[in-house]
């Protein structure tokens, strides 16, 4: 059976949705928000279309896989200098200064939501069905920008910072969405695929 979503779980996952791109358009910039939204916005409506019912142990192998890939993602976009040159090649928003704040809204909360997916799945809470969508999608679809980007550097397409690893990254993202997916469809039609 499906978790109960009562008006404040979606209202609450609602405001998350929109948090996560309002941050990263007072950091970043309209092109990094709209990004965010595209994994938040569509994970949020996936799940209000589409509410899984799976349990965590039909995730739990692409969710594993893809928050490891997205630490390597993340190391990558690192050591690569990610944002200095999105903000010099593409946006033209000012890098912002690593404060205490910028670190809990940008990592921290997001990350972290993410990580409480196994324990609120394992209560069979909606938020963890919701914040497994929100993952996937951001790792299916914003990740995708990174093959973007160099379009519109002006200086031929290229390797841009962080790109290497959404060969891995997005794949894994759309293998958890598939999963998730197909959970809402079981108890109707038969056996999950994949």
Known sequence: MEPRRSTPTVLAALVFTLFVPLTGLLYLGSLVATIFLVGYGGGWVMWLVRPAVASFARIKVPYWLTVAAFVLHKVEENRTRFIETLSREVTGV??????????????????GAWLLVPWLMGRRHPLGAYLAYTLFASMALSELAHFVFPLLTGHG??????MLTVFVLAPLGGWGLWRL????????TGPMPG
């Open 181 to 188: 997916w197909f959970s809402a469809a079981s108890r109707s």
């Open 157 to 162: 397409y290229g390797y841009f910072p962080g």
């Open 94 to 111: 000012a890098v912002p200064e690593a404060t205490p704040l910028l670190f809990v809204a940008m990592l921290i909360v997001p990350v």
